[in-house]
């Protein structure tokens, strides 16, 4: 046999074949059949649809039940069909098609919208009205992932959550244990600082004594919990938005969800737990160092007495505030984890979606901290605390 009809041969059998067959008023099925790959010969989309027009068609039947195998090179026609038909006013039926090609059309469709050609943008009322039910329908989803996770809970208490130990276990350790050396270097140098700063006034009118009130109130009433937030919020809520939108991409939690595991408890639930359980932890630990960064200044560079400098620290600071100092801690740790969570979980399925996941839950969790640390302060003025 010679090189060029063996050739000719192998390009015969990679050959995909189209036939067009009306079938009612306007209605047209395209049948495709052969062998669709990359390395064969295909029909143009373009020539195609426009022989479409010639038969009438307002509708167009995709038929792929004679197609023997097929790969991406059938996606491409298919998009390039689907695109030259709907330029032309005739619509596109995917009923007959694999499964696998129908959902991998629907991926490139949310992936790769066409650019719009002269479109003109929307009536400012309909954007409006757009954006409002789109942070309705955000508000709902936000409502019901707490709602799930609440109940979740209930589960975990009653012990039937589908919850292993040796996860939380992990998870506890990462987001406390791991978060030590940022929280003591970060929470050292916010001391130093509250100190130089308080230091700078008060040595106007001979009161460089109550540097140590002013670093005591500073970190056990706000800025302890206001540190360790803000490192979580970047390292620990960002990790869990990019671990959940990576199964995500990777359809793990698919898979999760196919065996009958609640993805709400086997993933969502122990990292909240463990976040929620840490941050009071690391906020007194916070607190603790940043004081002792203000012993440093005020001890080392003002010569306050050490005895005077801790007398007057615990002189300035009450229980009631280390508890809300405590409080501020829990809460942040519960609004990181759920942001973080919900961010990963509800991300897109592509690569792309997983950074964006990541910087909308960095983003959304320094947001609610900041709300958190107002609304508390407003409570705990009317409380008198």
Known sequence: MSAARATAEATEEKRAT?????????????????????????????????????HGARRVVLDASAVESWDSA?????????????????????????????????????????????????????????AALSSGGAVVGVLGFIGRLVLALGRLLTLRAQMRGPDLARLIQDA?????????LVSVIVGVILAFVGSVQLRLFGADLYVADLVAVAMVREMGAMVVGIIMAGRTGAAYAAQLATMNVTEETDALRTFGISTMEFLILPRVVALFLMMPLLCLYSIV???????????GLLGISRQLYVSETLQAVALTDLYGGVLHGAVYGLLIGVIGCRRGLSSGRDAGAVGAATTSAVV????????????LAVVFDVLKL
């Open 289 to 299: 160092l940043g004081i002792f960064g203000g012993a440093f200044v005020g001890v």
């Open 74 to 130: 059938l996606l491409a026609w298919l998009r390039a069909m689907e695109h030259a038909s709907t330029a032309q006013g005739v619509e596109v039926d995917r009923a007959r098609l694999p499964e696998g090609v129908g959902r991998l059309l629907d991926l490139a469709a949310t992936s790769l919208k066409p650019p719009r050609d002269g479109e003109p943008p929307p009536p400012l009322l309909a954007r409006i009205g757009a």
């Open 176 to 184: 406390g244990a791991k978060a030590v050396p940022i929280t003591t």
């Open 364 to 375: 959304s969790s320094l947001v609610a901290i900041v709300v958190a640390d107002g609304v």
């Open 18 to 54: 189209v036939s067009i067959e009306p079938a009612s008023d306007g209605v047209v099925e395209l049948r495709l059949g052969g062998t669709w790959a990359l390395g064969g010969t295909r029909p143009d989309a373009a020539s195609i649809a426009s022989e479409l027009l010639g």
